[in-house]
């Protein structure tokens, strides 16, 4: 699906194509395009014949993924940002990228599935002229401010999920622990994966490397860094505990082990002097049996063996291994 939003004459107004009129030099319109999951001939056609956009740009566009950057030629800039995936199941960390092509009177947007920085903007448009009236650059910085303010609940959701596992670390021996903790350090390096070199990129477009964004759009791009820094220490704070998350509950799960294996242990060494006692005397040969009946002598023996028992746990109780 294609949106086309026009801004002449003090008015923004929907399209249903793109006049390449706009585009001439010297054009006083602004325009903005969304390409919503456009297929290859038609996001081709568009950004190859209508906007004449680098064949390199637009096949990265077209791509189905591709991490930040931003890349600049000449008359415009190219630049990729992920959006965070609400959609995502079992709140696992996914995003998708939405490519911007920002020129000195266009703005273009791709992206695949539903975005709601995007669905936001473009609602804002519809009611106010000069959201599109400010300038191309001070829109784009208006979705990519949406964009990176939508991370925020999913990282509380990851900080939830993590404060979650540390307390059954230390509650629960659950077999599928471990899987959740190497998932939530997966999400982990996936956030890290992304706003990393999403911070250097919005980072770029705050020191005014590129004459398209001036001085005041700067000034909103720098603040914009300031919260993807946040995200980035975050994301190290969170690779930090889950990491230390996984070495307490390695150890856990070998004290549990010790621990059964102490009792196994015990268990063995309590009954080797009772085997080696009814041993001894069930075997086919006379024995001293004291002067004492079979009978007698049975619950005789019962007798030690339940000494040797008691002497051997009070023993094993004293020195602290049971």
Not at 188 to 200: G, I, Y
Request: aromatic share 10%.
């Amino acid at each position: 699906m294609i949106t086309v939003f026009v801004h002449a004459d003090g008015k923004t107004s929907s399209a249903d194509r793109v006049d390449p009129a706009w585009l001439a030099a010297g054009s006083s319109v602004k325009i903005w395009v969304d390409l919503m999951n456009p297929s290859r001939e038609e996001g081709e056609g568009l950004l190859r014949n209508v906007f004449h956009f680098h064949d390199l740009a637009v096949e990265d566009a077209m791509s189905a993924l591709e991490y930040p950057k931003v890349e600049s030629y000449g008359d415009y800039l190219y630049v990729i940002l992920h959006r965070i995936d609400f959609a995502a199941p079992e709140h696992c960390f996914q995003t998708h990228d939405v490519d911007f092509f920002l020129g000195p009177n266009y703005l273009v947007t791709i992206h695949t599935g539903d975005s709601r920085s995007i669905e936001q903007i473009s609602e804002i448009c519809h009611r106010n002229s000069l959201v599109l009236g400010e300038g191309t650059s001070a829109l784009m910085h208006r979705i990519v401010d949406t964009m990176v303010d939508n991370y925020r609940p999913e990282i509380d959701e990851l900080e939830e999920r993590l404060d979650g596992l540390e307390q059954q670390v230390f509650e629960s021996s659950s077999p599928s622990l471990a899987k959740d903790i190497l998932n939530f350090k997966r999400d982990v390096a996936s956030l890290r994966r992304v706003v990393q070199p999403q911070r250097d990129v919005v980072g770029r477009l705050a020191r005014r490397e590129f004459a398209l964004i001036d001085e005041q759009i700067a000034y909103r791009f720098r603040d914009v860094h300031d919260h993807l820094v946040r995200l980035a220490d975050e994301a190290m704070f969170f690779q930090d505990r889950i990491t230390s998350l996984l070495d307490a509950n390695l150890a856990t799960v070998s004290n549990q082990l010790n621990s059964v294996m102490k009792i196994l242990t015990v268990i063995a060494t309590v009954f080797m002097p009772l085997t080696f006692i009814t041993g001894l005397y069930g075997m086919n040969v006379d024995l001293p049996h004291f002067g004492l009946g079979g009978v007698t002598m049975f619950w005789v023996l019962m007798a030690i063996m339940a000494a040797v028992v008691g002497v051997m746990l009070h023993y094993f109780r004293t020195r602290g291994w049971i």
